[in-house]
């Protein structure tokens, strides 16, 4: 009789304490899902300029892991590249399906998913601008590094063309961004609930 006495205190003494320690992640997992909103959104906002279009998909992509930091971020772009594979028209052009990957934008596709790991592992949710640098440059690096290689493979390119297609035209858009995304999370990452270290 003691033990049934018992079981039903310990249960609702530990109850709160579980619910507690998985407040953060549900936390976590709603920011991530509303990152996810905004790349699909991002991505509706195209301008088209040959075979790859201009996008805001991957400001948000930059954003998401420069503001929800490692494994967050990649999370949000991850849960995107999902939708997109399983035929939701989430990409640029209202496409979908794995066929998009197939494309010449897929080597894009890809590098969201890469540069989404290495700016949030080079932040981490740190409010440094040296740290914030460091990721963009080297996450956008990632994407057209990926994007160029697959032009050449898919459209049977040389390196020249493919430079010409596939990275020239979008340094300017891209410089724009990767500010725009360090300034805007810079400043969110200053609120108390978003910070995780101090700024440096």
Request: aromatic share 12%; net charge positive.
């Given at each position: 009789m003691a033990i049934s006495k018992t079981v039903p205190i310990f249960a609702g003494s530990i109850t709160p304490a579980i619910m507690n320690n998985n407040l953060p992640n549900l936390r976590m997992m709603v920011r991530a899902a509303l990152f996810t909103v905004l790349i699909i959104i991002g991505a509706y906002v195209s301008l088209p300029i040959g075979e790859v279009p201009v996008v805001l998909s991957d400001f948000f992509v930059m954003l998401g892991a420069l503001i929800l930091g490692w494994p967050w971020g990649a999370v949000s772009a991850g849960m995107y590249l999902l939708l997109g594979a399983i035929g939701l028209p989430v990409f640029a052009?209202?496409?979908?399906?794995?066929?998009?990957?197939?494309?010449?934008?897929?080597?894009?596709?890809?590098?969201?998913?890469?540069?989404?790991?290495?700016?949030?592992?080079?932040?981490?949710?740190?409010?440094?601008?040296?740290?914030?640098?460091?990721?963009?440059?080297?996450?956008?690096?990632?994407?057209?590094?990926?994007?160029?290689?697959?032009?050449?493979?898919?459209?049977?390119?040389?390196?020249?063309?493919?430079?010409?297609?596939?990275?020239?035209?979008?340094?300017?858009?891209?410089?724009?961004?990767?500010?725009?995304?360090?300034?805007?999370?810079?400043?969110?990452?200053?609120?108390?609930?978003?910070?995780?270290?101090?700024?440096?």
């Open positions: 052009g209202g496409t979908g399906g794995l066929q998009s990957f197939y494309g010449p934008t897929g080597g894009y596709l890809a590098g969201f998913g890469v540069a989404s790991v290495i700016i949030g592992v080079v932040t981490n949710g740190r409010n440094s601008w040296r740290a914030d640098a460091i990721g963009l440059v080297s996450g956008s690096i990632a994407v057209f590094a990926l994007g160029i290689a697959w032009l050449m493979f898919k459209l049977n390119l040389s390196l020249q063309a493919a430079l010409a297609a596939g990275l020239l035209p979008f340094i300017p858009f891209n410089i724009v961004k990767m500010m725009l995304a360090a300034s805007v999370a810079h400043w969110v990452r200053t609120y108390p609930l978003m910070k995780k270290y101090p700024a440096d």
